[in-house]
């Protein structure tokens, strides 16, 4: 079983920057490939970001390509997702998921993420 806890969401305007944290735990964390979701209001849960076991590879969706950045910090068993340039349509509750396949590749399905956290809200004022 995996624990996976986010924070640093939050309200912040249009053009400005938040930095999302997960921190995990229950089992080893540089085995597993970790993602970011979104799912605004009305809409479909997405992803956003992915990232490998030691970070040499990751994906984004495109919208937030060149503006968004996923890393990941294995001795603190922690994901980032930095957030610059943020948009009005970029507001939503992002979730955190890991995937324990044991094969190191980014995934972009939903389904194939295990784990998953509770949500952030980001809320992003024009």
């Known amino acids: 079983q995996v624990l996976l806890v986010e924070s640093g969401g939050g309200l912040v305007q249009a053009g400005g920057s938040l930095r999302l944290s997960c921190e995990a735990s229950?089992?080893?964390?540089?085995?597993?490939?970790m993602g970011w979701f979104r799912q605004a209001p009305g809409k479909e849960r997405e992803f956003v970001a992915g990232i490998s076991w030691n970070g040499g590879s990751t994906r984004y969706t495109e919208s937030v390509t060149g503006r968004f950045t996923i890393s990941r910090d294995n001795t603190k068993s922690t994901i980032y997702l930095q957030m610059n340039g943020l948009k009005p349509e970029d507001a939503a509750v992002y979730y955190c998921?890991?995937?324990?396949?044991?094969?190191?590749?980014?995934?972009?399905?939903?389904?194939?993420?295990?784990?998953w956290g509770q949500g952030t809200q980001v809320t992003v004022s024009s």
């Open positions: 998921a890991a995937s324990d396949s044991r094969v190191n590749r980014v995934r972009v399905v939903e389904a194939e993420y295990d784990y």
């Open positions: 229950g089992r080893t964390f540089t085995t597993l490939v």
